[in-house]
T-cell receptor, first 114, second 117 residues
Framework: AQSVAQPEDQVNVAEGNPLTVKCTYSVSGNPYLFWYVQYPNRGLQFLLKYITGDNLVKGSYGFEAEFNKSQTSFHLKKPSALVSDSALYFCAVREDTGGFKTIFGAGTRLFVKA | GAVVSQHPSRVICKSGTSVKIECRSLDFQATTMFWYRQFPKQSLMLMATSNEGSKATYEQGVEKDKFLINHASLTLSTLTVTSAHPEDSSFYIC?????????????FGSGTQLSVL
């Protein structure tokens, strides 16, 4: 069965420092992996996805994520955090078996201090 | 923890019929719910924001008359795909915001796979 784990409920970072939001997954086939961001009282916004190809995926707002098959991880990263990056981040996985079900992680709240 | 129930999980219908999908927050009240659709190998696309007691806010390009949203109570929002056609076949997922716990949290339904023949 598919599963996604975001081990940290909250991540605190100072502005200008690099940030990492962790995600690990479990699927029986090849994974499609996604990161989404949610700002207060708003719907999810797509950040980036990994389907195939380069393990380092670049997305919106300067975010990137690295697919690591051996560690079954897809951590979200940004070299220099902004206060405006403070939001709730969700990792999601879909299995490449022709099915459509997408599983979401529990979310990680990112706080960036000025 | 909080649970969002989405029903049905899978539905197959004939072209021209209407299909209703329900999204329920089981142990919390949700004044705001969201509806998304997802195509294979694509990300979620926000369709609309559903607010209890008022009209839904639709994203640009989403047909209001095609995708009817009703948020009649604090625990239930419904999405009705009217006069469905094969191009409406997709994965639909809802989410609900839980407030009042000190921190706003977002919970997802398990999704509905719609296949229109």
């Amino acid at each position: 069965a598919q599963s996604v784990a975001q081990p940290e409920d909250q991540v605190n970072v100072a502005e200008g420092n690099p940030l990492t939001v962790k995600c690990t997954y479990s699927v029986s086939g090849n994974p499609y992996l996604f990161w989404y961001v949610q700002y207060p009282n708003r719907g999810l916004q797509f950040l980036l996805k990994y389907i195939t190809g380069d393990n380092l995926v670049k997305g919106s707002y300067g975010f990137e994520a690295e697919f690591n098959k051996s560690q079954t991880s897809f951590h979200l990263k940004k070299p220099s955090a902004l206060v405006s990056d403070s939001a709730l981040y969700f990792c999601a996985v879909r299995e490449d078996t022709g099915g459509f079900k997408t599983i979401f992680g529990a979310g990680t709240r990112l706080f960036v201090k000025a | 923890g909080a649970v969002v129930s989405q029903h049905p999980s899978r539905v197959i219908c004939k072209s021209g019929t209407s299909v209703k999908i329900e999204c329920r927050s089981l142990d919390f009240q949700a004044t705001t719910m969201f509806w998304y659709r997802q195509f294979p190998k694509q990300s979620l696309m926000l369709m609309a924001t559903s607010n209890e007691g008022s009209k839904a806010t639709y994203e640009q390009g989403v047909e209001k008359d095609k995708f009817l949203i009703n948020h009649a109570s604090l625990t239930l929002s419904t999405l009705t795909v009217t006069s469905a056609h094969p191009e409406d076949s997709s994965f639909y997922i809802c989410s609900a915001i839980q407030t009042g716990t000190g921190q706003e949290k977002l919970f997802f339904g398990s999704g509905t796979q719609l296949s229109v023949l």
